[in-house]
């Protein structure tokens, strides 16, 4: 019998962890970017089709979408191939948004790996990368305490409104908070203690129990 899948944790850092499907999918988010040396048989990879009687290469200057993993591949400062911009959310002007007050701010519609994604772009050389770093920083920590408190005081509600503006780190700490008080309470019922049967034996009575009434 397979055993089921052990949920990995994100990097959470300048370097992802391809065991994680959270990072797998991050590492797909488009990056707006510059070609800055001819890529050629790579137009068809960035949905670039070419023209009739035009090779499928991309020509120097030509404005691009790359997932994050590609433009992380061809950044290289030795050799100019591709230049990166800041996706808007990453710019001065949100950064002084979040600055007042980050609470407004709908981080999954923005953009669902905020931190995470965020946290990869100081991989590439940007004179704002202290900046982008300081405000990824301060915007957890101000998120954070509203999120928590959130997670301890919606027990057994529905909080599918509460958590739809959450980036996806956040959502996972807002579900870690509400198991840590749902396992709390079964500690103060006294369930805590409690041994009850895997799905794995009680399914094997059943087909005992079918096999001896056959």
């Known amino acids: 019998m397979a055993e089921a899948y052990f949920p990995v944790g994100p990097g959470l850092g300048p370097e992802e962890n391809f065991l994680s499907l959270e990072d797998i999918l991050m590492s797909q988010e488009k990056l707006p970017g510059r070609v800055e040396a001819a890529l050629p048989r790579l137009a068809a990879v960035l949905g670039k089709g070419a023209a009739a009687g035009q090779s499928d290469g991309i020509p120097e200057g030509s404005k691009v979408e790359v997932p994050l993993w590609l433009a992380k591949g061809l950044y290289d400062n030795k050799r100019r191939i591709l230049s990166v911009e800041l996706p808007k ?12 007050d980050a609470n407004v701010v709908d981080l999954h519609k923005m953009g669902p790996y905020y931190y995470g994604f965020g946290s990869q772009l100081l991989n590439f050389d940007n004179p704002e990368n202290p900046e982008i770093a300081q405000t990824i920083l301060q915007t957890f920590i101000g998120r954070f305490r509203r999120i928590m408190d959130s997670s301890q005081n919606a027990y057994n509600e529905d909080t599918s409104a509460l958590v739809a503006r959450l980036d996806e780190l956040e959502r996972a700490l807002f579900r870690a908070g509400q198991k840590g008080l749902n396992d709390f309470q079964c500690w103060e019922k006294g369930q805590a203690s409690q041994i009850t049967a895997s799905s794995l034996v009680q399914n094997y009575r059943k087909r005992k129990f079918t096999d001896m009434d056959g």
């Open 89 to 100: 959310i990453y710019k001065e002007g949100w950064r002084t948004v979040f600055s007042a």
